[in-house]
C-alpha cells in the first residue's frame, strides 16, 4: 500500500512517515500543495492523509482538484481541533474522513484502513488465504500449517499485494508503484531480491515456489505450488 502524505511541519511529517513505515506502507512525503497536487496527478496511491493548513496551497484545493481531475484515491484530511468549519469543508472539498489535530496514532492507522477497505479499487479483507498461507491483514501476522513465518515490513507489503492479486500477472512497475516509496530505483533488482527472500520464507524445503516467475511479465501468486 502506497500512501502520500502531506504534512509541511517536518518532525510530525518524520514522525508519522517512520510510524507508517513500521506498519508496512510505503510512504512519500509532500511538504506544500503543489508537490501534493504534482506527486496525485503522476503517482497512484492507495490513499492520502492531507493536512488542511499547508503553504503554496491549503489542503481543501489539493483534495477539489484532484477529485476535478477524475481522482478517487481514498482521502483523509487533518485538520485543526474544533474547527468544525474545516471540517464540513474538508468533507464537502472531496475528503472522505478527517482527524483532528492533535490524534492518537493508531486511530490514524485504523481509519486509513477502513478507507483503503472502502475504497472501490482496492477492497482489503482482514483476513486472506492463499492455499496455505494465512494472512490476518491486521496485525500482519502470516502463518503456514499453523506456523507463524516472521516477515519484515517490506516482505509483508510484498507477499500482500501479490497475495489480493492471486493468481494475476503483477509487473514490477506495478509492485514498485504500491510497495516501494520514491525512494525506488528503477534500474536496481531490489524487488527481485525481496521475491527471493520471501520464497525462502514461504515456502518448504523440497517443491516448487508459490510465487512463480513469469519471465518478461513480473510474478503471480500462486494457490498450490507447481
Ligand atoms: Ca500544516
Given at each position: 500500500m502506497r500512501v502520500l502524505l502531506v504534512e509541511d511541519e517536518p518532525a510530525a511529517a518524520q514522525m508519522l512517515a517512520k510510524g507508517l513505515r513500521e506498519h508496512a506502507y510505503a510512504v512519500d512525503v509532500a511538504i506544500d500543495g503543489d508537490d501534493a497536487s504534482f506527486r496525485l496527478a503522476t503517482t497512484d496511491y492507495d490513499a492520502v492523509i492531507l493536512d488542511?493548513?499547508?503553504?503554496?496551497?491549503d489542503g481543501l484545493s489539493v483534495a477539489r482538484e484532484a477529485r476535478g481531475a477524475g481522482s478517487a484515491v481514498p482521502i483523509l484530511m487533518l485538520t485543526a481541533r474544533d474547527a468544525v468549519l474545516a471540517r464540513i469543508a474538508g468533507l464537502d472539498s472531496g475528503a472522505d474522513d478527517y482527524l483532528t489535530k492533535p490524534f492518537d496514532f493508531d486511530e490514524l492507522l485504523a481509519r486509513l484502513r477502513a478507507l483503503i477497505r472502502r475504497g472501490i479499487r482496492a477492497p482489503l479483507p482482514e483476513r486472506l488465504v492463499v492455499g496455505s498461507l494465512d494472512m490476518d491483514t491486521r496485525s500482519r501476522q502470516v502463518s503456514k500449517h499453523g506456523r507463524v513465518i516472521p516477515l519484515t515490513t517490506r516482505e509483508y507489503a510484498l507477499l500482500e499485494f501479490l497475495a489480493r492479486r492471486t493468481g494475476q500477472v503483477v509487473g514490477r512497475a506495478e509492485i514498485a508503484e504500491h510497495v516501494w516509496d520514491q525512494s525506488y530505483d528503477p534500474l536496481s533488482n531490489v524487488i527481485d531480491v525481496y521475491v527471493q527472500r520471501l520464497r525462502r520464507k514461504i515456502d518448504d524445503a523440497r517443491g516448487d515456489s508459490l510465487i512463480r516467475t513469469r519471465r518478461g511479465e513480473g510474478y503471480t501468486l500462486a494457490t498450490t505450488a507447481a
Open positions: 488542511v493548513m499547508l503553504p503554496r496551497k
